[in-house]
């Protein structure tokens, strides 16, 4: 399995570092990469492994994120409820979307009961209707989140019935690989970003599997349009870019730079190269790279 978790850290990497430690030190995890954006104060860290050992390291890293994380005192760009904000487990290689949704439901149950934080099922391993949306869920953030809990409705999956003082709740479910790409413009103008995010994302008539936000850097004086594509063989990076690009051009502002957060699938940046090449004609077997491992394989 593969899992991408979010914390709500980014600008005290000795937290990080913590946190991280806890897939480092994990047999049968491999850490791959994790990395921290100080503006969204956030922080995503991508590990693959053994379902029980990744399951256990994931505890440890939710333990861990809600002793030293405290949102009381936390501010950033990025929506979040908790100290551990969503944790997705992710079926890789022969793991099944069965088992992931088994898998994140056990470490929902557990996180409730031995750490005494709500937790909220989502996507695949959602077990009331209408929880499967993440951004549905943190909708209100965590300065609402005592308020929103009230309601009967949204009470939580798994632990106590009001928010962690410090660490809020966690998002826990299991889902298909997503890829969280962001576009820097060349405009620190928030409200443009805004229009273009609305204009793009599925939830308001744009591109489908695919949801965007507009927000302000202040450590780079620019405007952001943060995007997440749930699904990339229906819309590819290629799709977001030259969506964004067309948009901007309408509000007279040109893309500065784009970035990926975490890691992606070697297919969609196959996807990308032969849409923008336009390339006719074109299978994987015109991979010199793939044709050689395959060979070397059999």
Known sequence: FETVPNFS??????????????????????LLDYSADFDHNRSVITAIGECDALCDALFNAIKTASELIDLREHNGEHPRIGAADVVPIIPFGTATMEEAIEAARK?????????????????????????????????????????????????????????????????????????????????????????????????????????????????????????????????????????VEAEAKKLGVEIESSELIGLAPEQAFLDTAVKFLKLENYTNDKVLDKRFFEEEEN
């Open 107 to 243: 470490l929902g149950k557990r996180v409730g009961e031995e750490l005494n934080i709500p937790v909220y099922m989502y996507e695949r391993a959602a077990i009331i209707a209408g929880r499967d949306n993440l951004s549905v869920i943190r909708q209100g953030e965590f300065e609402n989140l005592a308020a929103k809990m009230q309601q009967p409705e949204w009470q939580p999956d798994f632990g106590p019935k009001e928010p962690h003082i410090s660490a809020g709740a966690s998002v826990i479910g299991a889902r298909v690989p997503l890829i969280a790409y962001n576009i820097q413009l060349k405009s620190n103008d928030l409200a443009i970003a805004k229009a273009i995010a609305k204009k793009i994302r599925f939830s308001s008539g744009g591109l489908p599997k695919l949801k965007a936000i507009g927000v302000y850097l202040a450590e780079t004086d620019r405007a952001q349009v943060s995007m997440n594509l749930t699904d990339y063989t229906v819309t590819s990076m290629f799709d977001a870019y030259t969506a």
């Open 9 to 30: 850290v980014g600008r005290d990497m000795t937290v990080l570092e913590k946190i991280a430690d806890c897939f480092r030190v994990k047999s049968g995890v491999r």
